[in-house]
């Protein structure tokens, strides 16, 4: 589970000084699906970046899965991150230079996950995404959706017990879009916790809970079924 209270990140330019969060007390709870939502700037992405343990907070306490994050040294966190968490971008993030098995297979090198663990683990994935045939490309040469599914497969190969997806379906169509939402639904039927930010309310719809935020604070929670 994780839990934040009052957190608070500040941007400090030369100029100005940006208030990105507000006070965010948040709490998810292990198997949920909840969709962050809210007008652009409000703070959905520094949050999300924040939860993945990408960035710190100003102020305020976060504690991930009974670890007080702020106590956590930088490589603790890097390793907490890499085992635990999966991340999925609006633009997909994949490392151009490297095929699609490469990318998928990169978290597991940094796992120190033996060979043939990793070729079985990294297959798995492509499968699973339906990307198998194309593992010898790069991802230049893939469809949007090719490219977000190599992404999730890359988000997913290590078994994260956490998935972050900062509007997953925003360089989508409506159909590669409504595939990487089933794709994040079965996931989070098989266990994992996923937090999404979206601007699109039906993919919305796919989670359990919606957080609305407005001017980096939580104004309404709504929780369907
Ligand atoms: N690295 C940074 N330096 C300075 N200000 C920043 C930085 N990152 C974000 N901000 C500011 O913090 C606020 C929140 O940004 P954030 O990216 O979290 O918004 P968002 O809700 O994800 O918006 P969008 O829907 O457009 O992606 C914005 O005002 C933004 O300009
Ligand atoms: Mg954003």
Redesign the pocket.
């Given at each position: 589970m994780i839990q934040t209270l009052n957190l608070q990140?500040l941007?400090?330019?030369e100029e100005v000084e940006?208030?990105?969060?507000n006070g965010i007390n948040m709490e998810v709870k292990d198997g949920e699906f909840v969709a962050i939502m809210?007008?652009?700037?409000?703070?959905?992405?520094?949050?999300?970046?924040i939860l993945g343990l990408l960035d710190n907070p100003s102020d305020g306490e976060y504690n991930f899965y009974g670890t007080a994050v702020a106590n956590m040294t930088e490589r603790q966190r890097a390793q907490l991150r890499k085992g635990s968490i999966g991340f999925v971008f609006q633009s997909f993030n994949l490392i151009d230079e490297l095929t699609v098995y490469e990318n998928v297979e990169l978290p597991l090198l940094y796992l120190k996950t033996p060979a043939d663990e990793r070729k079985s683990r990294v297959e798995t994935a492509l499968e699973r995404m339906g990307i198998m045939h194309r593992r010898n490309h790069f991802p230049q040469q893939l469809s949007g959706g090719q490219q977000q599914r190599t992404a999730i497969a890359r988000a997913v190969v290590a078994k994260p017990k956490l998935i972050l997806a900062?509007?997953p379906t925003g360089n989508l169509d409506s159909k590669n879009g409504e595939e990487v939402m089933k794709v994040l639904s079965e996931l989070n039927d098989e266990g994992t916790t996923i937090i999404m930010?979206t601007?699109s309310p039906y993919d919305a719809g796919f989670a359990h809970r919606i957080v609305n935020?407005f001017d980096?604070k939580v104004v309404t929670e709504n929780f369907h079924v």
């Open positions: 990140k941007f400090a330019t940006t208030t990105a969060l809210g007008p652009s700037g409000c703070g959905k992405s520094t949050l999300l970046n900062d509007e930010v601007h935020l980096g």
